[in-house]
Nanobody, 112 residues
Framework: QVQVVESGGGLVQAGGSLRLSCSAS????????MAWYRQAPGKQCEFVAT????????LYAESVKGRFTISRENATNTVYLQMNNLKREYKASYYC?????WGQGTQVTVAS
């Protein structure tokens, strides 16, 4: 059983930065492709970014390119999402995903 836990969300001013963390239990984590998704109030869940298990491929949603950076440390079973120059429309619950496993989400609020 794998547990996924996100952290690092909070309230930030527009233009500010946050770094989200995703910690996963289980030795298989290092072999999982990992991704971040988000769900804004009243909207469907949408893809944000993904990174392969070996870090060789990284993809971003067009809406976050140039602002977000996904990374991972397999030694510590952690995936990060560095979010810079945040916009109000980025307010959402951010979820970490690996295989069929999902975390509970961390809330990001961007104030003007």
């Amino acid at each position: 059983q794998v547990q996924v836990v996100e952290s690092g969300g909070g309230l930030v001013q527009a233009g500010g930065s946050l770094r989200l963390s995703c910690s996963a239990s289980g030795r298989a984590f290092s072999m999982y492709n990992m991704a971040w998704y988000r769900q804004a109030p009243g909207k469907q869940c949408e893809f944000v970014a993904t990174i392969t298990w070996n870090k060789r491929q990284i993809l971003y949603a067009e809406s976050v390119k140039g602002r977000f950076t996904i990374s991972r440390e397999n030694a510590t079973n952690t995936v990060y999402l560095q979010m810079n120059n945040l916009k109000r429309e980025y307010k959402a619950s951010y979820y970490c995903n690996g295989e069929q496993y999902w975390g509970q989400g961390t809330q990001v609020t961007v104030a003007s």
